[in-house]
């Protein structure tokens, strides 16, 4: 960090706020553009620092260290562990606000700064929801929002026990709207079958990410894998779904909230591949549905900036909330170049409580396709290739090194045609990945 | 800087290339992404770096101070004089190509980075006729581009003379097309009158802006003025312009060049206050004509980059050349969130021998309204309305504390009814300003 940047200045009690010179009228109370302080140093936290430039706002970032994507970009750069309080505390000393590009700062953390005034947007009593999934099917269940059914579970045999009733009830009917499957004993004992009669998504409560910490297991074996690590696992209906969508919206302190259109999202071995925006051929009442299913649970938790809520649409027409996360998320990315207001520039509104952006699509149709590592850490070759090939793509790099598998940046393509726009998406992601020569 | 940025890479005789380990095929030359210097820390720099950061490039500034726009959000600044040699040598060895926001670069140091093998452009040999009125008044002359008739003269008398002729001239039919007039004794003894028959305009051979360095003068006292200060003055003829356009291109090394639409800028007090994207009710044919001679120009110098052409559109129907700004410039903001690819990204594109982005309008009317400072410091208050006023508004902050007539920011609208798009412009920068209270 450098010398003059440690000036930044926070009033306790007068948040933005300082005696700053004379004014027409004599002294007045000035207020200065704020401070936004994000944890966590990855990509979100790097676009975010972009868009955070032409709002004249100033990024302050902690980063678990130099290298990382965001910390590369940013100006304002505290190398420290989010997962120590001491840090946090003293990264929150320099900032009128603190948000996060992660949902892994520890909740007692979070209470903790809450405690001694620090604005922490979304709070921990709304991000819990998203860092741990037991808490949030509870929560969702609770307030009638559609889930697939889901059970926290302590071992394989209450796997298996949550297998056997999953079958009954799917024999029996469509999933209740609760969410919660109707009986459980849970001791172990259950005469249930080392074959599982439908397959159970095992989830690790806190941490997943990316198709991590998920297990689709179909055997008492399989089910033992995730509880090896010690760690909380949640049981859930593997949902026979069309396909996923997802819904984002952002909400401010003062209960302002947009919606963004319901996008689709393609995902290839657990991680996301393609987002189309707007979910091709979704009915107009079901997007509605989304929308409003969206700004009730950010309303319901108390959700502040940016939330996606990954959704299934079932093959019998209904939508199940699959997943929440409560900051920028790569379903949102499309709005860089195909919103008016990216889901960035709205975060950062948001977590001000500066009134919100128009969240509405500026073409027909905007495709973001991610750009994964390949065999070959070379992609400036490939990118100078993109670009030449189509003018208007729009690159999105992270600065990454480039490690098989790894995000290291995502292209966005827009236009009328939706079959051209995913096209030139699908090619570029491709090309630069290096599974397209052409 | 931070440490590990100080181990950014320039490898002489190969830039952008480094032994980085094994690929499938063995070991190989990877080139890894670019680091593009800026020198100069304004907004331009500012708006450059963002731009940077999707493209996932790294981006150097050599900023006047650290206080500067572009220094409170870049990640890799350095604080140093751009007028000594010692200072761009040190920073240039961090860089694989070296750029700029201003024009203030002493030539001589350019010309020696360039013979030092550092890539520098624009190339001094095209930037001189940006930093030289007189420079580049004879090379556009030489080739034939239309501009206002000129003369570089050392006197008050020298302009008295030229005052002379140019009425004899006006007199006598429409402007040569060589621009130059067409004799001169110069010799201060000229039988003038103390009040010049027609206006002259005087400007600062080097280094004016805004207005700043720019006389209109009608006797031999006023003329007088600019001369104090001991610089070259160039005298131009006060063209009866209808308006002003801008014709902005982008050229790259390999010549790839790309010419935006044709815009309007509207000028308050000698300073940029609107541009509309494109210039409402331009014929076609003057608009091919503006960027054909833009395109034409860079060529002719051998342009690097974004050139900006001011251009007077005359009441008789032709254009002239009044400025040349060999960088990302003001008559090219409102491409941020009005062309598929913003000046700044194409900027960066050309130093860098990147193909060039689409320059084409991505909406029927784009306005930029440049926001200046007024009487009263806090803007935050003003800009929170105008978000709420306008949630489509596009505000670009440059972080610069307000002072009166100080650019510190622009908005951009864009929509189908220019009048709608004008209002929202001028609404904002105006309430922003502090002249508008609604």
Redesign the interface.
Known sequence: M?P?RRAARRRAGRP?TAL??R??YGY???????VVGMVGGGQLA??T??AG????I?FRLLSAS??ESA?????D?VVGDHRDLATLREFARGCDVITFDHEHVPTEHLRALEAEGVPVRPGPEALKHAQDKGVMRARLTQAGVPCPRHRVVRDPADVAAFAAELAAELAAGPAADDGTSASADGDGSSPVSPVFPVPVVLKTVRGGYDGKGVWVVRTRDEAAVPFRAGVQVLAEEKVDFARELAACVVRSPHGQAVAYPVVESVQVGGVCDTVIAPAPGLDAERAVVAQELALRIAQELGVVGHMAVELFETRDGRVLVNELAMRPHNSGHWT?DGA??SQFANHL?AVLD?????PRA?ARWTVMANVLGG????M??A??HC??RD??L??????KDVKPGRKV?HVNTYGDDLADVRERAAHAAGYLRGTISE
Not at 28 to 34: L, N, S
Not at 71 to 75: R, V
Not at 375 to 378: I, N, T
Not at 394 to 399: A, D, T
């Open positions: 450098r003059w933005h700053r010179g004014t027409p007045a109370e000035v207020v200065t553009f704020p790097r676009m620092h972009e430039i032409p709002l004249g100033r130099a290298q910390a590369l970009a940013a100006s750069v860089q008016v207001t509104r500066l009134p919100l952006g128009d500026r065999d070959y850490p070379d400036y070759a990118y100078r670009m030449a003018p208007q729009k690159i999105h790099m992270y600065g940046g």
